[in-house]
């Protein structure tokens, strides 16, 4: 979408294709971001899920290894989506944000292209995960398979906003060590990891990773109606929190 700044009378656009082919090269180019959302992710999928008698213990109507395929492929997503975003860390460091200001491009186009290819690499992350999964021995409802798949992939846009978010609060050199600590452990209170109960149970629905985590694995878990209005919630407030955050943030920083 293109429209006219009334002040300057300069064409201001939107997301535009040849910016995003841009920025896809950018990711690819990054080994170690490829590494850690395409390969952990179904390494420890392998190392927890095929534990003895998880192939035969149900958890609602799929089995204990079909539900950690599921968190695996959350955490996959995570990792890619907050990778990809984070990057931005490293441009604002080389000035290429600031750069990015003299050019007709919005603040939210801005995010919203780096969100896009993030998301792609998300997508790379939980296809890889699903299908060691589906070559070792995970059992979902045959819908399951794609909602789940889809909820873990879409849901992961609000780690996209999050990486954005961390890659302009934190310098570079500080952002890439702090992140793989930061979502391991957000992962555990979560409950990616393994199932919370009591009060961890409660105070894990406050965590961003425990709406998306809910929302994934609800197809064959069958959780509450409350349970999903609290995820719901969860994943919509932190978006907004992370996609605003990031916004102000960009502003401020190209501002200098």
Not at 106 to 134: D, E, H, N, Q, R
Not at 201 to 209: G, H, I, L, M, R
Not at 215 to 237: I, Q
């Amino acid at each position: 979408m293109t429209v006219l700044d009334a002040r300057t009378g300069l064409r201001r656009s939107g997301i535009r294709p040849a910016f995003v082919a841009l920025e896809m090269r950018r990711m690819l180019r990054n080994k170690r971001a490829l590494i850690f959302s395409l390969i952990m992710p179904p390494v420890f999928f392998v190392a927890f899920g095929l534990q003895s008698g998880y192939k035969t213990q149900m958890i609602g109507s799929g089995n204990t290894t079909g539900y950690v395929m599921v968190s695996m492929a959350v955490y996959g997503a995570m990792l890619a989506t907050t990778s990809g975003g984070a990057m931005v860390a490293v441009e604002r460091a080389q000035g290429w944000s600031r750069q990015l200001r003299l050019t007709p491009l919005p603040p939210l186009a801005y995010i919203a292209t780096k969100i896009i290819v993030a998301m792609t690499l998300g997508l790379a992350s939980v296809a890889v995960v699903f299908t060691v999964g589906a070559i070792f021995g995970a059992q979902l409802p045959a819908s399951a398979w794609l909602v789940c798949f889809l909820i873990a992939w879409l849901g992961s846009a609000v780690f996209a906003a999050f990486g954005l978010f961390i890659g302009y609060l934190l310098p570079s050199e500080n952002v890439m060590q702090l992140l793989g600590v930061l979502l391991a452990l957000l992962a555990f209170a979560g409950g990616l990891f393994m199932p919370l109960h009591g009060w961890f149970d409660t105070v894990s629905k406050v965590f961003p990773t425990n709406g998306i985590a809910v929302l994934a694995r609800a197809p064959f878990t069958d959780p509450s109606g409350a349970a999903l209005v609290l995820a719901v919630a969860n994943v919509l407030v932190w978006a907004t929190v992370f996609t605003l955050g990031s916004a102000f943030l960009f502003r401020r920083d190209t501002a200098r």
